[in-house]
Protein backbone atom coordinates (compact mmCIF):
# COMPACT_ATOMS: atom_id res chain seq x y z
CA UNK A 1 0.00 0.00 0.00
CA UNK A 2 1.11 4.02 -0.56
CA UNK A 3 2.83 5.74 1.94
CA UNK A 4 3.81 8.92 2.97
CA UNK A 5 4.74 9.48 6.51
CA UNK A 6 5.57 12.42 8.45
CA UNK A 7 7.60 12.79 11.43
CA UNK A 8 5.03 14.34 13.29
CA UNK A 9 1.38 14.57 13.89
CA UNK A 10 1.59 17.80 16.37
CA UNK A 11 4.09 20.19 17.06
CA UNK A 12 4.66 23.14 19.13
CA UNK A 13 7.63 25.16 18.99
CA UNK A 14 8.62 28.46 19.84
CA UNK A 15 9.11 31.96 17.94
CA UNK A 16 12.87 32.38 16.68
CA UNK A 17 13.25 28.35 16.87
CA UNK A 18 14.98 26.21 14.03
CA UNK A 19 11.84 23.49 12.80
CA UNK A 20 12.11 20.42 10.64
CA UNK A 21 8.94 18.59 9.27
CA UNK A 22 10.04 15.68 7.68
CA UNK A 23 8.42 13.40 4.97
CA UNK A 24 9.15 10.18 3.78
CA UNK A 25 7.48 8.01 0.54
CA UNK A 26 7.90 4.57 0.09
CA UNK A 27 6.82 4.67 -3.60
CA UNK A 28 10.16 5.44 -5.28
CA UNK A 29 8.28 9.14 -6.65
CA UNK A 30 10.32 11.41 -8.05
CA UNK A 31 8.36 14.64 -7.23
CA UNK A 32 7.51 15.98 -3.45
CA UNK A 33 5.47 18.74 -2.51
CA UNK A 34 5.21 20.42 0.45
CA UNK A 35 1.72 22.37 1.36
CA UNK A 36 0.72 24.23 4.32
CA UNK A 37 -3.25 24.68 4.98
CA UNK A 38 -4.91 27.26 6.50
CA UNK A 39 -8.97 27.81 7.00
CA UNK A 40 -10.33 29.36 4.24
CA UNK A 41 -7.08 29.42 2.24
CA UNK A 42 -6.73 26.00 1.25
CA UNK A 43 -3.91 24.78 0.48
CA UNK A 44 -0.96 26.53 -0.73
CA UNK A 45 2.34 25.05 -2.38
CA UNK A 46 5.44 25.91 -0.56
CA UNK A 47 8.25 24.25 -2.36
CA UNK A 48 8.45 20.81 -4.62
CA UNK A 49 10.75 18.78 -6.13
CA UNK A 50 11.24 16.81 -8.82
CA UNK A 51 14.35 14.50 -8.04
CA UNK A 52 16.89 14.57 -5.90
CA UNK A 53 18.97 17.62 -4.58
CA UNK A 54 16.38 19.72 -6.98
CA UNK A 55 13.62 22.50 -5.36
CA UNK A 56 11.48 24.40 -7.02
CA UNK A 57 9.44 27.35 -5.30
CA UNK A 58 5.91 27.33 -5.08
CA UNK A 59 3.50 30.39 -4.17
CA UNK A 60 4.76 30.90 -0.42
CA UNK A 61 8.17 30.02 -0.18
CA UNK A 62 9.04 33.13 2.25
CA UNK A 63 10.53 32.04 5.49
CA UNK A 64 11.27 28.30 4.42
CA UNK A 65 13.39 26.08 2.90
CA UNK A 66 13.84 22.69 1.73
CA UNK A 67 16.18 19.64 1.28
CA UNK A 68 15.85 16.39 -0.26
CA UNK A 69 19.64 14.37 -0.16
CA UNK A 70 17.85 11.07 -1.23
CA UNK A 71 14.82 10.23 -3.08
CA UNK A 72 12.01 8.71 -0.80
CA UNK A 73 12.95 11.87 1.87
CA UNK A 74 11.78 15.48 1.56
CA UNK A 75 12.34 17.98 4.55
CA UNK A 76 10.75 21.25 5.39
CA UNK A 77 12.72 23.50 7.15
CA UNK A 78 12.00 26.90 9.04
CA UNK A 79 14.93 28.79 9.93
CA UNK A 80 13.33 30.92 12.98
CA UNK A 81 9.92 29.84 13.42
CA UNK A 82 7.06 33.06 13.29
CA UNK A 83 3.17 32.86 14.88
CA UNK A 84 2.53 33.44 11.04
CA UNK A 85 3.79 29.95 10.33
CA UNK A 86 0.93 28.03 12.48
CA UNK A 87 -0.26 26.04 10.19
CA UNK A 88 -1.50 22.47 9.26
CA UNK A 89 1.71 21.31 6.51
CA UNK A 90 1.26 18.65 4.23
CA UNK A 91 3.30 16.63 2.36
CA UNK A 92 2.84 14.76 -0.57
CA UNK A 93 4.69 12.58 -3.38
CA UNK A 94 3.92 12.01 -7.22
CA UNK A 95 4.54 9.16 -9.30
CA UNK A 96 5.83 11.09 -12.49
CA UNK A 97 9.13 13.20 -13.30
CA UNK A 98 6.35 15.81 -15.04
CA UNK A 99 3.88 17.78 -13.13
CA UNK A 100 1.36 16.89 -15.85
CA UNK A 101 0.55 13.84 -13.30
CA UNK A 102 -1.15 15.15 -10.38
CA UNK A 103 -2.00 12.37 -9.11
CA UNK A 104 -0.38 13.04 -5.86
CA UNK A 105 -0.28 10.86 -2.13
CA UNK A 106 -0.43 12.84 0.95
CA UNK A 107 0.50 12.53 4.42
CA UNK A 108 -1.42 12.65 7.40
CA UNK A 109 -0.57 16.30 7.98
CA UNK A 110 1.67 18.23 11.07
CA UNK A 111 -0.03 21.04 12.91
CA UNK A 112 2.41 22.93 13.56
CA UNK A 113 1.70 25.68 16.37
CA UNK A 114 3.94 28.29 16.85
CA UNK A 115 3.83 30.25 20.51
CA UNK B 1 -4.57 37.41 -10.21
CA UNK B 2 -7.78 34.96 -10.94
CA UNK B 3 -7.40 31.92 -9.20
CA UNK B 4 -9.10 28.51 -8.63
CA UNK B 5 -12.57 29.40 -7.31
CA UNK B 6 -15.36 27.07 -6.01
CA UNK B 7 -17.81 27.31 -3.73
CA UNK B 8 -17.28 27.35 -0.17
CA UNK B 9 -19.93 25.00 1.14
CA UNK B 10 -22.89 22.64 0.03
CA UNK B 11 -25.49 20.88 1.97
CA UNK B 12 -27.33 17.78 0.13
CA UNK B 13 -29.17 14.62 1.37
CA UNK B 14 -28.21 11.32 1.11
CA UNK B 15 -29.10 9.39 -1.85
CA UNK B 16 -29.07 12.70 -3.98
CA UNK B 17 -26.56 13.70 -6.75
CA UNK B 18 -24.21 16.22 -6.24
CA UNK B 19 -22.39 18.51 -8.46
CA UNK B 20 -19.33 20.62 -7.47
CA UNK B 21 -17.77 23.23 -10.01
CA UNK B 22 -14.15 24.55 -9.59
CA UNK B 23 -14.09 27.83 -12.31
CA UNK B 24 -10.12 28.12 -13.37
CA UNK B 25 -10.03 30.47 -16.32
CA UNK B 26 -5.85 30.51 -16.68
CA UNK B 27 -5.77 26.48 -16.73
CA UNK B 28 -2.54 26.15 -19.01
CA UNK B 29 -3.12 23.90 -22.01
CA UNK B 30 -1.28 21.14 -21.60
CA UNK B 31 -1.70 19.76 -18.31
CA UNK B 32 -4.55 17.85 -16.31
CA UNK B 33 -7.60 18.63 -13.86
CA UNK B 34 -7.87 16.58 -10.34
CA UNK B 35 -10.40 16.26 -7.71
CA UNK B 36 -8.93 15.44 -4.33
CA UNK B 37 -11.65 14.73 -1.15
CA UNK B 38 -10.13 15.41 2.53
CA UNK B 39 -11.57 14.03 5.77
CA UNK B 40 -10.66 15.76 8.98
CA UNK B 41 -7.48 14.87 10.13
CA UNK B 42 -6.45 13.33 7.41
CA UNK B 43 -4.04 14.70 3.83
CA UNK B 44 -6.48 14.44 1.06
CA UNK B 45 -6.94 11.79 -1.41
CA UNK B 46 -7.38 11.64 -4.91
CA UNK B 47 -10.78 11.20 -6.42
CA UNK B 48 -10.51 11.33 -10.38
CA UNK B 49 -8.55 13.80 -12.99
CA UNK B 50 -9.77 14.33 -16.60
CA UNK B 51 -8.02 16.57 -19.69
CA UNK B 52 -11.58 17.31 -21.38
CA UNK B 53 -15.04 16.06 -21.96
CA UNK B 54 -16.35 13.02 -19.40
CA UNK B 55 -14.38 11.15 -17.25
CA UNK B 56 -16.07 8.47 -14.71
CA UNK B 57 -14.62 6.03 -12.12
CA UNK B 58 -16.35 4.12 -9.82
CA UNK B 59 -16.17 7.19 -7.29
CA UNK B 60 -17.46 10.04 -9.22
CA UNK B 61 -17.54 11.71 -12.66
CA UNK B 62 -15.75 14.94 -14.18
CA UNK B 63 -17.09 16.63 -17.08
CA UNK B 64 -14.77 19.89 -18.17
CA UNK B 65 -16.34 21.31 -21.04
CA UNK B 66 -14.24 22.32 -24.39
CA UNK B 67 -12.69 25.52 -23.10
CA UNK B 68 -11.75 23.69 -19.86
CA UNK B 69 -12.39 26.81 -17.94
CA UNK B 70 -14.16 25.22 -15.56
CA UNK B 71 -14.65 21.52 -14.48
CA UNK B 72 -17.88 19.76 -12.59
CA UNK B 73 -17.63 16.43 -9.68
CA UNK B 74 -20.27 14.90 -9.72
CA UNK B 75 -21.19 12.43 -7.00
CA UNK B 76 -23.80 10.21 -8.08
CA UNK B 77 -26.57 9.02 -4.60
CA UNK B 78 -24.26 10.65 -1.88
CA UNK B 79 -24.17 8.56 1.63
CA UNK B 80 -23.24 10.38 4.60
CA UNK B 81 -19.40 9.12 4.17
CA UNK B 82 -19.36 12.03 1.38
CA UNK B 83 -19.21 14.37 3.74
CA UNK B 84 -15.70 15.75 3.08
CA UNK B 85 -13.89 18.95 1.74
CA UNK B 86 -13.62 18.87 -1.85
CA UNK B 87 -10.26 20.54 -3.99
CA UNK B 88 -9.75 20.73 -7.29
CA UNK B 89 -5.95 20.91 -8.38
CA UNK B 90 -5.00 22.23 -11.98
CA UNK B 91 -1.93 24.28 -13.09
CA UNK B 92 -2.61 27.69 -13.93
CA UNK B 93 -0.55 29.61 -16.42
CA UNK B 94 0.11 33.63 -15.59
CA UNK B 95 3.41 33.56 -17.87
CA UNK B 96 4.91 30.77 -15.67
CA UNK B 97 2.86 27.87 -14.41
CA UNK B 98 1.40 27.41 -11.25
CA UNK B 99 0.51 23.99 -9.53
CA UNK B 100 -3.02 25.44 -7.55
CA UNK B 101 -5.32 23.88 -5.25
CA UNK B 102 -8.79 25.58 -5.43
CA UNK B 103 -10.12 26.75 -1.58
CA UNK B 104 -12.04 23.83 -1.50
CA UNK B 105 -15.92 23.18 -0.74
CA UNK B 106 -17.25 21.78 1.83
CA UNK B 107 -20.00 19.40 1.70
CA UNK B 108 -22.32 17.94 4.13
CA UNK B 109 -24.64 15.03 3.47
CA UNK B 110 -27.91 15.13 5.54
CA UNK B 111 -29.33 11.94 6.98
Known amino acids: DVKVTQSSRYLVKRTGEKVFLECVQDMDHENMFWYRQDPGLGLRLIYF???????EKGDIPEGYSVSREKKERFSLILESASTNQTSMYLC??????????????FGPGTRLTVL | LAKTTQPISMDSYEGQEVNITCSHNNIATNDYITWYQQFPSQGPRFIIQ???TKVTNEVASLFIPADRKSSTLSLPRVSLSDTAVYYCLVVLNFGNEKLTFGTGTRLTIIP
Open chain 1, 92 to 105: ASSPSGSKNDNEQF
Open chain 1, 49 to 55: SYDVKMK
Open chain 2, 50 to 52: GYK
